[in-house]
């Protein structure tokens, strides 16, 4: 789960390249490497207060209830962004392989989203098992498209590294923050594990490991293989795969595809799932839209259903133009990486004690602050999510005081 959380389509798209050209690559060093610090501080957060609230409630115990609103609301309303971005990148690759057109796309990206509901809707554990039956392949595949386009790669491509200047680094950053941000999904999930304290921490340096290796793998040969058009193409893992195996590689790599995105949207809406119901129960967020009437210790059904019909909406909107990846990768960007920064504020409270990762995270604070800041406009959508969090909380407490105050 883990693994394919984190290593999700960003493997796929060709946006930091088309942000930054070759220097695309030290945006996708900057992230792993900061990914690092923030794994280990989510993974102690988690093994240390395991809870479906993930890093809310992390930052509830850390700053208070006012706080932990705004930041489990840009999380679970993020998901419904990333979630059809996710999808559409796989059907993207899934369409071009079998020369479908794009109109195929937003259907194969609806079937990806109901078939991760069906996983998550019979329980966390067939979810995982199939999660770690998809990701064993989906490593060995990327890892050989890498091997391969790997001869193909030229110096020459690299040149001139900078296109755009330096500030296309942050720009390529902070579009790509939503393929590294998913640390935050897993730590929804800590309550899950059997014992949390001792899995969850090992479970993160080995997919932090992995990760990394393919992710920085795959953004030189990408760029080295490519050039120029590594930015223009909807699917350049296509284009490696083809250099080494020709025309017969593009099955294979829709089906990498679309691993890769049922990776991302089951654990991200097993992430939200658990978020939404414990939102609900703490009056964070509407109960009648996360907690059913027989819930409770099993799969948050509501809270599933809501987070996965609302990403399949914006799906049928993408699919009618009103929106696209433009716009889907950075606004989910954005509200991710708030969540980050949040949730690392709130270590350096939490973890006494633990004197390294306390100073990891308030390093890791500034830099997710610098790769927030290079979100731009789309700053607005933790902004709005944030206020209406904090409207929400308002009224409940209006409703809610007149009622205790006649039952004193």
Known sequence: MCIGAVLGPGALTSTAA???GPASVLAWLVLVAVSLPVARVFAALGARYPDGGGV??????????????????????????????????????????????????PVIALLVVGAAYGANLVGLRLSGRLQLLMVGVLVSLLAVAIAVAGTHVRAAHFTPFLPHGWTSVGVAAGMLFFAVAGWGAISHLSAEFTAPARDL????????????????????????????????TATPLTLLLERGFGASAR??????????????????????????????????????????????????????TVVTLASAGVVVIAAGGFIGLEALLPATSASLAAVTLAGLAAA?????????????????????????????????????????????????????????????
């Open 348 to 408: 350096t409270v939490l973890l006494q004690g633990r004197t390294s990762l306390r100073v990891s995270a308030a390093v890791s604070c500034g830099v997710v602050a610098v790769v927030l800041a290079f979100s731009g406009p789309f700053l607005l959508v933790p902004v709005v999510l944030a206020v209406a969090a904090s409207s929400f909380a308002w009224r409940s407490r209006s409703r809610a005081t007149p009622r205790s105050a006649a039952v004193s």
């Open 56 to 105: 809310a409630a992390s930052v509830e115990r850390a700053f208070g209830p006012w706080l932990a609103g705004p930041v489990g609301w840009w999380f679970y309303w993020a998901v419904p962004l990333g979630v059809p971005a996710a999808a559409l990148i796989g059907g993207e690759y899934a369409a071009a392989a079998a020369g479908w057109g794009h109109s195929a796309v």
């Open 201 to 232: 921490p090992r479970a993160t340096l080995l997919a932090w490991g992995i990760v990394a290796v393919l992710y920085l793998g795959l953004a030189l040969v990408t760029v080295g293989v490519l050039g120029t058009r590594a930015g223009a």
């Open 251 to 304: 099955p294979v790599t829709a089906a990498a595809a679309l691993l890769l995105t049922f990776g991302a949207v089951n654990a991200y809406l097993a992430g939200a799932a658990r978020l939404g119901e414990a939102l609900g129960r703490r009056g964070a967020m509407p109960r009648r839209i996360t907690i059913g009437p027989a819930e409770g210790g099993g799969v948050p059904r509501r809270s599933l």
């Open 18 to 20: 088309a942000a930054a």
